[in-house]
């Protein structure tokens, strides 16, 4: 079955970078997108980019262009986030998803979540 | 970007109730709309694609209509389980948005 598993919550100081992992079994990790999205505190759920796994080309929210690297490593069939600069405002669940296309499309299939806490 | 636009916010129902959440987007996104529900803690889940697709195992309860600017997840018979949040996504052009959510609260 498909399945994307995300890395473990992490605390991190403002400043700072942060990189989540998204490892994926059970498709064909070349042929979709992997989008990530993130969910501050009691509220909605903000799309921040994908990458087409299969060429590596990246989309970004424009919120976050200059802060985002999204990459994937296809011997390892994993995605990953690195977001830097971090200030208090980055505290979220940044969530993985598998994407419906190779370029973005909808996500159906989606990691569990990962907390970052940034505070000093 | 495309703003997306959810309404209500908050809808309260009890069980057995048809219930409908809009979803409005600033400029025509064809039917490139999807829907998801979120419980708690949990990641959201995909309910329908390409506006009116209902996802594998998702039950026909669930409905999506509409295209262009304006569009509609449907809820025929709301159960125990259907309690939660929902949000719309478009998913056209360059940056894709969600709408900011609709709380379907048990009254």
């Known amino acids: 079955q498909v399945q994307l598993v995300q890395s473990g919550a992490e605390v991190k100081k403002p400043g700072a970078s942060m990189k989540v992992t998204c490892k994926t079994s059970?498709?064909?990790?070349?042929?979709?997108?992997i989008h990530w999205v993130r969910q501050a505190p009691g509220q909605g759920l903000e799309w921040m980019g994908w990458?087409?796994?299969?060429?590596?080309?990246?989309k970004y929210s424009q919120k976050y262009q200059d802060r985002v690297t999204i990459t994937r490593n296809t011997s390892a069939t994993t995605a990953y986030l690195e977001l830097s600069s971090l200030r208090s405002e980055d505290t979220a669940v940044y969530f993985c998803?598998?994407?419906?296309?190779?370029?973005?499309?909808?996500?159906?299939?989606w990691g569990q979540g990962t907390l970052i806490t940034v505070s000093s | 970007d495309i703003q997306m636009t959810q309404s209500p916010s908050i809808l309260s129902a009890s069980v057995g109730d048809r219930v409908t959440i809009t979803c409005r987007a600033s400029?025509?996104?064809?039917?490139?709309l999807a829907w998801y529900q979120q419980k708690p803690g949990k990641a959201p889940k995909l309910l329908i694609y390409?506006?009116?697709n209902l996802e594998s195992g998702v039950p026909s309860r669930f409905s999506g209509s509409g295209s262009g600017t304006e569009f509609s997840l449907t809820i025929t018979g709301l159960q125990p389980d259907d309690f939660a949040t929902y949000y719309c996504?478009?998913?056209?052009?360059?940056?894709?948005?969600f709408g900011q959510g609709t709380k379907l609260e048990i009254k």
């Open positions: 990458i087409n796994a299969g060429n590596g080309n990246t």
């Open positions: 996504q478009q998913y056209n052009g360059r940056a894709y948005t």
């Open positions: 059970g498709y064909n990790f070349y042929s979709y997108a």
């Open positions: 998803a598998s994407g419906s296309a190779p370029t973005g499309g909808y996500s159906d299939y």
């Open positions: 400029q025509s996104i064809s039917v490139w």
């Open positions: 390409k506006a009116s």
